[in-house]
């Protein structure tokens, strides 16, 4: 999932890639809880409401400074591997990696050129993904993260 400003310039405008700790976790939260222009209306702390819940407009999210590229490692919400490859090759800590890389890469190779880039993750893949996707991307901006 990718939410984009319309009339942005994609050559100058900062892209956050958000992704959880996988494998096994989904960006879901941080998609609806956190970063994403609509949030799920839980309650406080301590006194959580009832399902189901509601959606409102996130008036925190990030998409008033930078693009934001939800990623669902392998496994994850919606994200399955392609027929002929096996998930397991992708739950370790190098699948995870690579996976996760190849998306930032080819998302910025074929969308966002020479972009500040940053990464908010709940893992140790926040810290090694982005490194590896520089690798073909032209014009490669430096990451920040906060994993």
């Excluded at 990718?2 to 941080?30: C, E, H, I, K, M």
């Excluded at 190779?109 to 993750?121: D, E, H, M």
């Amino acid at each position: 999932m990718a939410y984009t400003l319309d009339d942005a310039d994609a050559r100058t405008r900062p892209v956050t890639f958000a992704f959880n700790g996988g494998p096994g976790s989904s960006s879901v939260w941080l998609h609806l809880g956190l970063l994403g222009p609509r949030r799920v209306l839980m309650g406080d702390a301590g006194d959580l409401l009832p399902p189901p819940y509601d959606l409102a407009d996130n008036h925190e999210t990030l998409l008033s400074h930078s693009d934001l590229v939800f990623i669902d490692p392998v496994s994850t919400g919606y994200s399955r591997a392609v027929k002929g490859e096996k998930s397991k090759d992708f739950h370790g800590y190098g699948g995870d990696v690579e996976s996760v890389g190849e998306v930032i890469r080819l998302w910025t190779t074929l969308t966002a050129g020479g972009c500040p880039r940053s990464t908010s993750a709940a893992s140790r893949t926040g810290r090694c993904a982005p490194p590896r996707s520089r690798g073909t991307c032209r014009n490669a901006a430096p990451f920040t993260s906060t994993a």
